[in-house]
């Protein structure tokens, strides 16, 4: 069986920067989905036209959106830059631009031109879950993002917090409070180890 050999990462996109290039259908589906996970991203939009529903969330959320063709002078301070125009000759021209500096770049829908993709995200509190097909199907994504939507208890966050609030009380060493976490919470899985 192939095997995905992604590695995931969870981004602290208040932190960074980030560039996206279109801004129109594509554009607006990854704004609303990096928003949805991340409100407070760091983020820019470059095209020379927006839709007025990316205008209206970009303005909720400090996007600065920039009415201009892509050129190289925006990538400028970026750490992760998503190309989503309909001219795939700027798509490509985007791609090869941050490989040659060393940023992190994804050509919307264009697995090839990806040096990240997009997770389906299921987030409760403070579990957040995302689901990678390893860019082979986007729709069994979303699927499994609705199921584990539907299937993780509202009151996971509960657990973290409450073990979270008994780690702090736990003397000892390190290996010492793994040992007294692990003992607390094997109930909750069938395995016995
Ligand atoms: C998860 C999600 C996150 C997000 O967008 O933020 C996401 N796509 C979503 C939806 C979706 N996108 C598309 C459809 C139409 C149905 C279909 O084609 O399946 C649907 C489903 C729908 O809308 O119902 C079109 C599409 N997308 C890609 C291709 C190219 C190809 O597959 O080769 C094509 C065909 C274009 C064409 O035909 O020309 C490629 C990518 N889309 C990815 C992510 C990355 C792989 C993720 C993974 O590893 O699974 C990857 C590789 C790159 C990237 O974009 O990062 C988000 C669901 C969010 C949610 O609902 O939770
Ligand atoms: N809409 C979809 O659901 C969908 C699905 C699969 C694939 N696609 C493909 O993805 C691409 C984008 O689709 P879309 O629906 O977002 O297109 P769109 O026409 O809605 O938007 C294209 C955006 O790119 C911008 N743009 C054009 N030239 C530019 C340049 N030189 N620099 C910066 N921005 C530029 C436009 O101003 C516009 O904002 C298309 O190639 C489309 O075939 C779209």
Redesign the pocket.
């Known amino acids: 069986m192939e095997r995905n050999e992604l590695y995931p990462v969870f981004l602290k996109v208040s932190n960074l920067n980030v560039l996206i290039v279109g801004g129109g259908n594509v554009g607006l589906?990854?704004l609303t989905?990096?928003l949805k996970s991340s409100p407070k991203a760091q983020v820019q939009m470059v095209a020379p036209e927006f839709l007025p529903d990316t205008l209206e969330l970009a303005e909720k959320h400090n996007v600065e959106t920039t009415k201009d063709v892509y050129v190289k002078k925006y990538l400028e301070g970026k750490h992760m830059v998503i190309a989503c125009t309909d001219k795939p000759e700027v798509n490509e021209q985007v791609y090869h631009d941050c490989r040659r500096q060393s940023k992190l770049v994804?050509v919307?829908?264009?697995?090839p031109f990806?040096d990240?993709?997009?997770?389906?995200?299921v987030t409760k509190g403070n579990v957040k879950v995302a689901?990678?097909?390893?860019?082979?199907?986007?729709?069994?994504?979303?699927r499994l993002?609705?199921f584990f939507e539907d299937v993780l208890p509202e009151n996971i966050d509960d657990l973290v917090n409450n073990l979270n609030e008994y780690r702090k009380t736990l003397k000892g060493d390190f290996e010492q409070k793994v040992e007294a976490l692990n003992e607390f919470t094997k109930g909750l899985v069938n395995k016995k180890d």
């Open positions: 589906e990854k989905f990096l994804n919307a829908d264009n697995p990806c990240f993709y997009m997770g389906g995200i689901i990678s097909t390893n860019g082979k199907s986007p729709t069994t994504a979303k993002r609705q």
